[in-house]
């Protein structure tokens, strides 16, 4: 039976979680108190601006997609080895179920879903819907088609997103335009979602060509992980990693890195960045066996648990927190206040320590959300 779990994979996915669900919160916190930091490095916290350089945060969507596809080549190994003949009917069923779910999700989060009234809700406005349109296209490839299969749609979808912005004109206005209110892609989303669209110049439509390369380029390491697991993946996926930097860099000339609306260009730094990452972890908690394992178990029992921390976190009631927030606020505001002027660090880090105890129990008992 083909192991669905690799400890770098859930490692990764566990550290990106981890910053999304208050690691950053506590960084940031805990170097105003030490004194401060650099401007550029406070900047790295942060999401750029449209145009601007590319931050750290700005890797936290786009890593969370790399690592779904990452991901995917095992769970499909899985539902072959025990779904038989018929093993791509079930499975496409299983995906479509999670793809609403995923969306559904989505909209509970950002779209205002839970307020039952339509004039108030947004279509496309999370990272869960973006996730759930690269995992299709993700899927319908690794239904039918190999690793080569894999590369290939990836590179076409790549090559057909950046031709779209660069060459197709729309309402009057030529192709080529990257403006936060004047792109294809913004276009797109405004005419198809009319009321629904929720007013920020992210894109997600067209877009999804854009989520499912980056899906496929964590299929494809995923696919070279499954298939030969080691020292010769990771040097492959530094390889293909580099080159993705490389190839942005020299495509900047040509069209932007608009992480707003996901450039290719865009999609290849994020995207080279993600594989590194992932050779970086398969290195040190897959290849180097059992010495390193006590270190990304802290990570993967978020990263085991990522959906329900995600939720927990992001989905917010009545009174603007969080249901962590509002869930935790009264057992660890009165301590929190003995800390004087750390009072904001000493509670960040209490409700980021009190989650992963949470997680961790969880853990223990083999209980995990799933969509």
């Known amino acids: 039976m083909t192991s669905s779990r690799i400890t770098g994979i859930d490692a990764l996915?566990?550290?990106?979680m981890l910053l999304l669900c208050g690691g950053a919160s506590v960084l940031n916190l805990l170097l105003a108190y030490t004194g401060g930091a650099p401007d550029w490095l406070m900047r790295q916290f942060r999401h750029a601006e449209w145009g601007g350089a590319f931050t750290c945060w700005d890797l936290v969507m786009p890593l969370f997609i790399f690592i779904t596809g990452a991901s995917m080549p095992f769970a499909f190994a899985k539902y072959r080895?025990?779904?038989?003949?018929?093993?791509r009917r079930s499975t496409t069923r299983r995906v479509l179920r999670r793809v609403a779910l995923l969306f559904v999700l989505g909209m509970l989060v950002q779209g205002?879903?839970?307020?039952?009234?339509?004039?108030?809700?947004?279509?496309?406005?999370?990272?869960?819907?973006?996730?759930?349109?690269?995992?299709?296209?993700?899927?319908?490839?690794?239904?039918f088609c190999k690793l080569r299969g894999q590369i290939v749609v990836c590179l076409v979808c790549l090559v057909s997103y950046w031709a779209l912005l660069r060459f197709v004109p729309y309402a009057g206005n030529p192709g080529g335009l990257f403006l936060p209110d004047n792109n294809l892609a913004g276009h797109i989303d405004r005419l198809l979602q009319g009321a629904w669209h929720d007013g920020t110049p992210y894109s997600w439509i067209l877009t999804s060509l854009s989520f499912g390369a980056l899906t496929?380029?964590?299929?494809?390491?995923g696919s070279l992980i499954l298939a030969r697991r080691g020292l010769h993946t990771v040097g492959l996926m530094c390889i293909i990693g580099l080159a993705c930097l490389l190839s942005a860099l020299l495509l900047e000339a040509d069209t932007p890195l608009?992480?707003?609306i996901y450039t290719t260009t865009a999609v290849l730094w994020s995207g080279g960045w993600c594989v590194l990452l992932l050779a970086l972890f398969h290195l040190l908690f897959d290849c180097c066996g059992s010495?390193?394992?006590?270190?990304?178990?802290p990570l993967q029992v978020i990263g085991c648990n990522a959906l329900l921390a995600y939720l927990l976190t992001e989905i917010h009631g009545p009174g603007g927190h969080s249901i962590w927030q509002s869930a935790v606020h009264p057992l660890i505001y009165g301590l929190a206040e003995q800390g004087g002027p750390a009072a904001d660090l000493v509670r960040a880090t209490l409700s980021l320590l009190l989650l992963w105890l949470t997680l961790l129990f969880l853990y223990r008992h083999r209980a995990f959300l799933k969509a």
């Open 291 to 297: 010495r390193l394992a006590a270190l990304a178990f």
């Open 13 to 16: 996915r566990g550290l990106d």
């Open 258 to 260: 608009i992480k707003h």
């Open 112 to 143: 205002n879903l839970a307020s039952a009234n339509p004039a108030q809700m947004s279509l496309f406005c999370n990272t869960l819907q973006a996730i759930a349109e690269g995992y299709l296209i993700a899927a319908a490839v690794l239904l």
């Open 81 to 87: 080895e025990k779904g038989g003949p018929r093993w």
């Open 216 to 221: 496929l380029m964590g299929s494809i390491c």
